[in-house]
């Protein structure tokens, strides 16, 4: 099984920053890397697939990026609404996900 | 539109069975794989398995082999998670959601609510 690592699992910013949350594999997923987002109480939310296509409707000042082991979501401009928690995915080999990074 | 309506929370003894069901609406329903995802209070999502109502072929995640069961109903466009043996360890939110397809790689773009499941005795 392939395993994910987040880094920070916690992450504090204020309004208008630049934040960057990192996902490490235990083996190589090549490009097949996803990043959701998810509120309290709510279903998570697909945001960034593929390691960089962005999802429709969701802003441009998120962004992802990486390959192989190492993979990255950033927030350029951070805003109210983006104070979540953000889960990476692989789908390389079955499908699992990280234990997710809270922005607060 | 599309949407995924899930069935109601449930309280589980230790050692019994639940079904939680997953009506799906507003696409081709043998399009897609209906996935099923887990999670524990303040943990991260932990993937269950998947049917594709097309062919009716299901994979589960090892972790759940022998005690999960997957299918579906056409007619309903609805698909079911069967989780047998229920310990305090399965107390989570089930989410099922569906898959979209990019080139050979798949993400989830639609999710059910989620159901509470609470094992208690």
């Known amino acids: 099984d392939i395993h994910l690592t987040q880094s920070p699992s916690s992450l504090s910013a204020s309004v208008g920053d630049s934040v960057t949350i990192s996902c490490r594999t235990s083996e190589n997923v090549y490009r097949y890397l996803n990043w959701y987002q998810q509120r309290p109480g709510k279903a998570p939310k697909i945001v960034i697939y593929?390691?960089?296509k962005l999802q429709s409707g969701v802003p441009s000042r998120f962004s992802g990026g990486g390959s192989g082991t190492d993979h990255t979501l950033t927030i350029r401009g951070v805003q109210p609404e983006d104070f979540a928690t953000y889960f990476c995915q692989q789908v390389y080999s079955s499908w699992s996900f990280g234990q997710g990074t809270r922005l607060e | 539109q599309v949407h995924l309506v899930q069935s109601g929370a449930e309280v589980k003894k230790p050692g019994a069975s639940v079904k939680i069901s997953c009506e799906t609406s507003?696409?081709?329903?043998?399009?897609?794989?209906i996935h099923w995802v887990r999670q524990a209070p303040g943990q991260g999502p932990e993937w269950m398995g998947w049917?594709?109502?097309?062919?009716?072929?299901?994979s589960y995640a090892e972790t759940f082999q022998g005690r999960v069961t997957m299918t579906w109903d056409t007619s309903k466009s609805t698909t079911y998670m069967a989780l047998n043996s229920l310990t305090s360890d399965d107390s989570a939110v089930y989410y099922c959601a569906r898959q979209n397809y990019f080139e050979t790689s798949g993400y989830f773009d639609f999710w059910g609510q989620g159901t509470l499941v609470t094992v208690s005795s």
């Open positions: 507003g696409y081709t329903f043998t399009g897609h794989h």
């Open positions: 049917i594709n109502p097309s062919i009716g072929v299901t």
């Open positions: 593929d390691t960089s």
